[in-house]
């Protein structure tokens, strides 16, 4: 067997972190992934230390001498399941002797390229329909089936737009979910008989961070305490832009 | 039960499903996952008058016990399943009446209803914890036997 130097496998086991990170995967499985890959590669000792916003990762060859370390930021973070369990599948198969680490590297570097398995207009529609259904399980009608799938498909709409523009995502909550306060009423000044209150908390179900909590609560359980803090954070302040958004609306329409 | 909120909650977990980019093969027990928490969650709140906590807790361990076992069987992360089974869950409603109540100027009936919300919350992720802990420590016994 050839020996693979060790700034490529180092290189190979970050951008496995690096995916499954923003990809939205939980800390001890980013961590695990990459120690295993290591092993696969026959490198003696791996310490990873990975947090929301930056990977650590050091390992050490066969040779005493031979030892790196190198680090690597994260700055954007999205969810996207698919490719954590894509890269999930590739360590096992590298464990288990059915990849080289050639072939590892280029499945790494095409996942990283892909873009999400649902078209953005998929997405919408989904964000939409969503809203729709949350407003008939908290007991709303036809009408309100509809209006919720036009507010929360505009709220998600505005949110993602507003995202791409504005460093600070917070506010992109807040304006999504102030617009679909704005539409709920705006449906009922029509004269559309709605009850409100299950429009808009079927609109703003789109945006609640659901993955950040599951996450912040394995994360701490798994005892990597500092993340799950952070995540816990970023979810509250997210759930604290989206209510503060109806709140703004609520107060100046009663 | 209201069957119209029973479809609701399965097509709802799906389209969370889309939003969460989860593999295709799995979009539809994903759905079901959220069907089986919701469904638990109604029968013990409303059929028999337990109280919204001790429900959720019961849900949500449901979800989580359901996601370990699939995701063993199909070889994929845990978090594939659960994080959209446990979004029928999440207290919106409560938590929006909470904010109501505050703006109204009832800041007894925020306080009550936004504890009421917090415990939800954390029973949620207590059920998780719960149902985590458990699995992790049958298998293992499981594994140790054969």
Redesign the interface.
């Known amino acids: 067997m050839v020996k693979t130097p060790i700034g490529e496998i180092i290189e190979i086991c970050l951008l496995a972190g690096k995916i499954m990170l923003q ?1 939205g ?2 800390i001890y ?1 980013i961590e695990d992934t990459m120690n295993r890959i290591a092993r696969a590669c026959a490198m003696t000792e791996s310490h990873s230390y990975v947090t929301p916003t930056g990977i650590f990762l050091s390992l050490q060859g066969e040779e005493q001498d031979l030892e790196q370390t190198k680090f690597l930021r994260i700055a954007w973070r999205e ?7 894509q890269v ?1 599948e590739i360590s ?1 198969k590298m464990s288990e002797g059915e990849l080289t680490i050639q072939q590892a590297h280029d499945a790494l570097l095409s996942i990283e390229k892909a873009q ?3 078209p953005f207009w ?2 919408l529609l ?2 939409a ?2 809203s729709g ?2 407003a ?4 709303g009608i036809g009408i309100d089936f509809l209006s919720a799938v036009a507010a929360g498909g505009l709220g998600f709409l505005l949110y993602a737009k507003a995202n791409r523009r504005i460093e600070v995502k917070f506010f992109a909550e807040f304006l999504a979910a102030f617009s679909i306060g704005a539409l709920a009423y705006f449906f009922s000044f029509l004269g559309l008989d709605i009850q409100i ?1 299950k429009v ?2 079927g609109s ?3 945006l ?1 961070p ?2 950040l ?3 912040a ?2 994360d701490l ?1 798994a005892g990597d305490l500092v993340s799950g803090l952070a995540r816990g954070t970023e979810a509250f302040l997210t ?1 604290f832009a989206i ?1 503060s958004g ?2 703004v609306i ?2 100046v329409l ?1 | 039960m209201n069957w119209t909120a029973l479809y609701a909650s399965f097509l709802a977990t799906m389209a969370f499903g889309v939003l969460f980019n989860v593999p295709k093969k799995t979009l539809l027990s994903g759905g079901l996952v959220g069907m089986l928490g919701w469904m638990i969650y109604v029968t013990l709140t409303q059929e028999l008058n337990i109280n919204l906590v001790t429900a959720t807790l019961a849900a949500s361990f449901g979800v989580a016990t359901l996601s370990q076992g699939l995701a063993r069987k199909l070889k994929m992360p845990v978090t594939v399943f659960s994080i959209s089974g446990i979004i029928p869950l999440v207290p919106g409603g409560m938590a929006y009446d909470t904010m109501r109540q505050l703006i109204e100027n009832n800041y007894l009936e925020g306080l009550r209803l936004g504890s009421i919300t917090l415990l939800i919350a954390g029973a949620i992720a207590f059920g998780l914890i719960f149902s985590g802990v458990l699995t992790e420590t049958f298998s293992t016994r499981l594994a140790q036997k054969s």
């Open positions: 990809s995967a939980e499985r969810i996207d399941l698919n490719k954590i369990v999930n096992r999400s398995l649902y998929q997405q989904a964000a329909l969503a259904f949350f008939l399980m908290f007991g209150d808009i908390i703003v179900m789109p609640v659901g993955v909590i599951t996450n609560v394995r359980m759930a209510g109806v709140a609520l107060a009663i």
